[in-house]
């Protein structure tokens, strides 16, 4: 499985971005996918999920700022990002779970205040 990610980049707090990530390979059993992100000096954290049946779960940090859905039609998963924090400045990594973990390159996302 194959994950390449898009969309990150600058952007002053309060406004939006949103990320994509397109998987590729075999991915018939991929079951969930969603973003980590990591900060300098952090550990990596869960930021949000969804699973092949639509099922959503969001880090409380997220909680009502994004969104993430997927479009099963062309295998990409999206996180809308709005109301963004200087908090929220990370790498941004997608991930897909099957019987293994994959995960994307990552990309970075800065909010300047």
């Known amino acids: 499985v194959r994950l390449v990610e898009s969309g990150g980049g600058l952007v002053q707090a309060g406004g939006s971005l949103r990320l994509s990530c397109a998987a590729s390979?075999?991915?018939?059993?991929?079951?969930?996918m969603g973003w980590y992100r990591q900060a300098p000096g952090k550990q990596r954290e869960l930021v949000a999920t969804?699973?092949?049946?639509?099922?959503?779960n969001y880090a409380d940090a997220v909680k009502g700022r994004f969104t993430i859905s997927r479009d099963n039609a062309k295998n990409t998963v999206y996180l809308q990002m709005n109301s963004l924090k200087p908090e929220d400045s990370a790498v941004y990594y997608c991930y897909a779970q099957g019987v293994l973990r994959y995960w994307g390159q990552g990309t970075q996302v800065t909010v300047s205040s």
């Open positions: 390979g075999f991915i018939a059993n991929v079951n969930a």
């Open positions: 969804i699973t092949s049946a639509g099922g959503t």
